[in-house]
Antibody, heavy 118, light 108 residues
Framework: EVQLVESGGGLVQPGGSLRLSCAAS????????MNWVRQAPGKGLEWVSY????????YYADSVKGRFTISRDNAKNSLYLQMNSLRAEDTAVYYC???????????WGQGTTVTVSS | EIVLTQSPATLSLSPGERATLSCRAS??????LAWYQQKPGQAPRLLIY???NRATGIPARFSGSGSGTDFTLTISSLEPEDFAVYYC??????????FGQGTKLEIK
């Protein structure tokens, strides 16, 4: 079964850090581009970051640039999001999503919740 | 940045009725548009890619159309499980694939 499972969310104070993980299974992880997408409470979807299959190409939304770092370990079939200098507005459910060119984000994890509050 | 505007924000219909959801882009995205369905407490699910192609396992009652800046998602006859929030996503400005703000399809 093709599956993505996120972990690492939690409650963190403003200015703090958190590292999210996304474990992939059921497909050849190293062949796929990946994204992080977030959803603030009661709000819509916001693309956060992209990483190419090899990890050599990376992009960020302006809202997280300079604070978040995306990475992957293809040997471990895992995707990561290091989040630093967290703000209240980063509070959201964070999803990892597989990206298939010409199709779209065709596989999503169940999400992990990040709450930034004092 | 390409901005997507979805309308209406909320659509109230009954099972068996036809639903028409709109997505307008601030600039041409050619046919590089996808539609997703999200139910409460669940992750989004890919419905339509390249404006008019159904993703694997998506029922035939879902169809997409449009190109350039104006797109439509049509559900021909609503089933109870179709009531959800629908998002469009442009896939023209790689890889910053922005989403619309969503249309909530609710039971009337």
């Amino acid at each position: 079964e093709v599956q993505l499972v996120e972990s690492g969310g939690g409650l963190v104070q403003p200015g703090g850090s958190l590292r999210l993980s996304c474990a992939a299974s059921g497909f050849t992880f190293s062949s796929y581009e990946m994204n992080w997408v977030r959803q603030a409470p009661g709000k819509g979807l916001e693309w956060v970051s992209y990483i190419s299959s090899s990890g050599s190409t990376i992009y960020y939304a302006d809202s997280v640039k300079g604070r978040f770092t995306i990475s992957r370990d293809n040997a471990k079939n895992s995707l990561y999001l290091q989040m630093n200098s967290l703000r209240a507005e980063d509070t959201a459910v964070y999803y990892c999503a597989r990206d298939t060119p010409l199709l779209g984000m065709d596989v999503w994890g169940q999400g992990t919740t990040v709450t930034v509050s004092s | 940045e390409i901005v997507l505007t979805q309308s209406p924000a909320t659509l109230s219909l009954s099972p068996g009725e036809r639903a028409t959801l709109s997505c307008r882009a601030s600039q041409s995205v050619s046919s590089y548009l996808a539609w997703y369905q999200q139910k409460p407490g669940q992750a989004p699910r890919l419905l339509i890619y390249d404006a008019s192609n159904r993703a694997t396992g998506i029922p035939a009652r879902f169809s997409g159309s449009g190109s350039g800046t104006d797109f439509t998602l049509t559900i021909s006859s609503l089933e109870p499980e179709d009531f959800a929030v629908y998002y469009c996503q442009q896939r023209s400005n790689w890889p910053q694939y922005t989403f619309g703000q969503g249309t909530k399809l609710e039971i009337k």
